[in-house]
């Protein structure tokens, strides 16, 4: 089992900035995958920002992120972050965190991000 303690979601004003973090129980390097998922209200559920721990760290965006948001792992402290800057409206949305190990999905509780306009 792993378990996901996410922090780092708040009300920000467009055009800020925010930094999630997850931290993972057990080692990052047994899991396949690690990133972050977003579900606006009345959406479906959206990848956000992946990074493929098997695949030599090997990153994905969404189109809506791409060049705002980055994606890193502290390996040291078994996190990932995800660093979003250039705030939009549009990106308010509870945010996730998702882990991969061994085909099984685990998700953290979600936190709430909210960009006034």
């Known amino acids: 089992q792993v378990q996901l303690v996410e922090s780092g979601g708040g009300l920000v004003q467009a055009g800020g900035s925010l930094r999630l973090s997850c931290a993972a129980s057990?080692?990052?390097?047994?899991?396949?995958?690690m990133g972050w998922y977003r579900q606006a209200p009345g959406k479906q559920r959206e990848l956000v920002a992946y990074?493929?721990?098997?695949?030599?760290?090997?990153?994905y965006y969404a189109d809506s992120v791409k060049g705002r948001f980055t994606i890193s792992t502290d390996n040291a402290k078994n996190t990932v972050y995800l660093q979003m800057s250039t705030l939009k409206p549009e990106d308010t949305a509870v945010y996730y965190c998702?882990?991969?190990?061994?085909?099984?999905?685990?998700w953290g509780q979600g936190t709430q991000v909210t960009v006034s306009s």
């Open positions: 998702n882990v991969v190990r061994g085909g099984t999905n685990y």
């Open positions: 057990g080692s990052i390097f047994r899991f396949n995958a």
């Open positions: 990074t493929y721990i098997t695949s030599g760290g090997s990153t």
